[in-house]
């Protein structure tokens, strides 16, 4: 079946530091990969995503590329700020499917 | 424009008792989704629905958890019974067209219940 896998967190960096945030899937077929953030007391916003191989998706400083060899999505910026803590959700969806499958999150807490 | 709205924000109820949860998706959007998530964990996908139609109910944990969209447009998912396990973040997305693929879903801020 189809699942994903997120590094355990809580991250915890200091303002300007490189983030990595590991995401790793299973699926049959050709998914879609997506990354949401969830700010304090808010909900879920979709962040960036990626719907073939090798596609890059980016925003607000963020990175994510698809990696099929490597079955991963990793999440990356290169100077994080206070702003930036929240949790980070990776997803799939599959081909002719609309489910979504998340991740567990994984929380990111930035000091200044 | 507005986004996907959920109400009420919050719920507090006694075991036993029954609660409905409402969704009001973008307007326009054709599909709506209901996911579950547990404290911790990402959101589980609970049904989904184009238009009025129910497409999947794969989701939904046991016959207590019923949902609708009756117009098509706002969704109520409704737990009968409630039990302490019912006790969750309840979030609600939409997406434009008919779902599937590559589509953005677009989350509202959730209802989290608490039953006592």
């Known amino acids: 079946g189809n699942s994903v896998t997120q590094m355990e967190g809580p991250v915890t960096l200091s303002e300007e530091a490189f983030l990595t945030i590991n995401c790793t899937y299973t699926?049959?077929?050709?998914?879609?990969l997506f990354w949401y953030v969830q700010y304090p007391g808010e909900g879920l916003q979709l962040l960036l995503k990626?719907?073939?191989?090798?596609d890059k998706g980016s925003n607000k400083g963020f990175e994510a590329t698809y990696r099929k060899e490597t079955t991963s999505f990793h999440l990356e910026k290169g100077s994080v700020q206070v702003s930036d803590s929240a949790v980070y959700f990776c997803?799939?969806?599959?081909?002719?499917?609309?489910?979504?499958?998340f991740g567990t999150g994984t929380r990111l807490k930035v000091l200044a | 424009g507005a986004g996907v709205s959920q109400s009420p924000r919050y719920k507090v109820t006694k075991r036993g008792q029954d609660v409905a949860l409402r969704c009001d998706p973008i307007?326009?959007?054709?599909?709506l989704y209901w996911y579950r998530q547990a404290l911790g964990q990402g959101p589980e996908f609970l049904t989904y629905?184009?238009?009025?139609?129910?497409?999947?109910k794969s989701g939904l944990p046991n016959d207590r958890f019923s949902a609708e969209r009756p117009e098509g447009s706002i969704s109520t998912l409704t737990i009968q019974r409630t039990e302490q396990r019912d006790s969750a973040m309840y979030r609600c997305a939409s997406s434009l067209a008919g779902g599937g693929g590559s589509e953005t879903q677009y989350f509202g801020p959730g209802t989290r219940l608490l039953v006592l």
């Open positions: 699926a049959t077929g050709y998914p879609s």
């Open positions: 997803a799939l969806t599959n081909s002719g499917t609309y489910k979504y499958i």
């Open positions: 629905f184009n238009y009025e139609a129910q497409q999947d």
């Open positions: 990626a719907t073939k191989a090798d």
């Open positions: 307007s326009g959007h054709v599909s």
